[in-house]
């Protein structure tokens, strides 16, 4: 049982008993709710689905469906392929694919036309023909240079900075780089050169060991900042960064790429999603002054 909030999926059934049937054979456990032959209760495992009796329901026209997420999709899927399900038709289940998104899935849909898609998060991969360190990409009109970077006196990595983040003084910016020179094994730099040598872009990251919200493994990497300048964007040079990150917190040990940004940026959260990234919550942030207050109270 889990500890914490959850939501279940509720589905139409045309047939309780015919829904019972086929679940089963899935490996799920359950039936008729004691209270209600029009309601059903299925588990498996942490999994838990709820069906309520539609009987005017047309599997072909139906769109209901939910979305599962699992930590083995590949062996939930031998499991639920025990059952003979055929690849086409209804009921079907689809082959496990990779997807752009970051998810492992498959599709399972069931003789009620219910398409219940079930994912597990891919471990983060580096780029197929680079390093971490130095990676060369074909810009659309000019060659583009991704590398690490460590030399705080470079006036790229600031201007950079200043770009990103412009309310620290220079002086707080430039603590910062130094602090995270002194700390390879927990922070890196990236930047993004065009062929001229001009810095274009920056990305800067660090592993994180405490609980990072949304993610289910330690150590996590985190995308601490992304930036590309305003004339070098929808080019693909903050994926080209992202994924340099991506291979830097793989060499540490970390399977999952974390980041946020604020409520208000549609467009930061917009671009998080181009490249990959899944929404996991979202939080309001309080603080209480500990301070003696003058009026006694």
Not at 103 to 132: C, H, K, M, Y
Request: charged share 25%; proline share 6%.
């Amino acid at each position: 049982m889990t500890d914490h909030d959850r939501a279940i999926p509720t589905l139409p059934s045309r047939s309780i008993a015919a829904t019972t049937a086929f679940y089963r054979t899935l490996g799920f456990d359950g039936g008729a709710h004691p209270y209600s032959g029009d309601y059903a209760v299925f588990t498996r495992g942490t999994l838990e689905l709820h069906f309520f009796a539609h009987r005017d329901l047309v599997p072909e026209a139906s769109s209901a469906g939910c979305y599962l997420r699992v930590l083995d999709v590949d062996r939930l899927h031998r499991d639920f392929a025990r059952a003979g399900l055929p690849g086409e038709g209804l009921p079907r289940l689809e082959r496990p694919e990779d997807k752009p998104w970051g998810l492992r899935e498959f599709a399972l849909v069931d003789p009620d036309g219910n398409l219940l898609r079930i994912g597990q998060r891919l471990p983060l991969r580096p780029p197929a023909s680079a390093s971490a360190e130095s990676a060369v990409f074909a810009g659309l009109d000019a060659v583009l240079r991704i590398g690490s970077i460590t030399d705080v006196t470079d006036p790229d990595w600031l201007a950079l900075r200043r770009a990103l983040w412009p309310e620290p003084s220079d002086e707080e910016h430039l603590g910062e780089m130094a602090e995270f020179v002194e700390s390879p094994d927990r922070f890196a730099q990236f930047i993004a050169r065009a062929a001229d040598g001009r810095g274009i872009g920056l990305a800067e990251a660090s592993i994180r060991t405490d609980y990072v919200p949304g993610t289910e493994s330690s150590p996590v990497g985190y995308l601490e900042g992304l930036y590309v300048e305003a004339d070098q964007r929808r080019q693909g040079v903050a994926r080209q960064l992202v994924d340099a990150v991506g291979a830097w917190a793989v060499a540490k040990g970390c399977v999952e790429l974390a980041s946020d940004t604020w409520l208000e940026n549609v467009v930061s959260q917009t671009v998080h999603e181009r490249l990959g990234f899944v929404e996991t919550e979202r939080a309001v942030f309080y603080c209480r002054s500990l301070a003696a207050r003058e009026d006694g109270a």
